[in-house]
């Protein structure tokens, strides 16, 4: 089954406690990103990742790390969590960007609700 | 800067009425891409529709159709004759040769039987 997972679903922590959540897809997409989503804000992306070794800054960086070492795998990295890093993460996978320009649509991993305390 | 706005934050309907939800965008790239996602209370997100600057073409899926007009930078979707599973939060997206891709905010569509 074509699927992109995420792990863990739930997390609760602590402030400056290191984490990573983790992102896997099936699909050999080149394209995949992260993205939180926040009540009243929709979802904004943190990264993206247009191959291997190859990523880049969404709208809302600070506070995060990424890395692609792998094609299947994009986890992400909080070095040292602070309670507004709370919220709902969302990783995302698509593959090749169409001629002229990127567009296809994204499959989404089921979400990991992060509680920072 | 790009920018997407969907102003309509809650709307609620009764079953069998019609809804259009309204996605208003801004970009200076004259190649790009919209979407709209449908997140259910479950969860998930789900690709509905993509339209490409170039294809002003409006699109029905069933009852779902979809209104794009560059004139007025708007991908307004609409929902006929609804139904209680088309409650959701429903976002609409852009993106463009930058790779970043831009949501709104969302709109909550509540449907009541």
């Known amino acids: 089954e074509a699927q992109v997972t995420q792990n863990p679903r739930y997390l609760i922590t602590v402030t400056g406690k290191k984490l990573t959540v983790t992102c896997s897809q099936n699909?050999?997409?080149?394209?995949m990103s992260w993205y939180r989503q926040d009540p009243g804000l929709g979802l904004r992306q943190i990264y993206y990742?247009?191959?291997?070794?190859?990523?880049d800054k969404g709208d809302v960086p600070e506070g995060y790390k990424v890395s692609r070492k792998e094609k299947r795998n994009f986890p992400l990295i909080l070095e040292s969590p602070s309670p507004n890093q709370t919220s709902l993460y969302f990783c995302?996978?698509?593959?090749?960007?169409?001629?002229?320009?990127?567009?296809?649509?994204?499959?989404f991993g089921p979400g990991t609700r992060l509680t920072v305390l | 800067a790009q920018k997407v706005t969907q102003a309509q934050t809650e709307i609620s309907v009764v079953e069998k009425e019609d809804v259009t939800l309204d996605c208003v965008y801004e970009t200076r790239d004259t190649t790009y891409y919209l979407f709209w996602y449908k997140q259910p209370p479950s969860g998930e997100l789900v690709f509905l529709i993509r339209?490409?600057?170039?294809?002003?073409q409006n699109e029905i899926s069933g009852r779902y159709s979809w209104n794009f007009q560059k004139s007025t930078s708007s991908f307004n979707f609409t929902i006929t004759a609804s139904q209680v599973v088309d409650s959701a939060v429903y976002f609409c997206a852009l993106t463009s040769g930058t790779y970043k891709y831009i949501f709104g905010t969302g709109t909550r569509l509540k449907v009541l039987a």
């Open positions: 995302a996978s698509s593959s090749r960007p169409l001629a002229g320009g990127p567009g296809n649509e994204q499959f």
């Open positions: 339209r490409n600057s170039f294809d002003e």
């Open positions: 990742s247009m191959n291997v070794e190859v990523t």
């Open positions: 699909m050999n997409h080149e394209y």
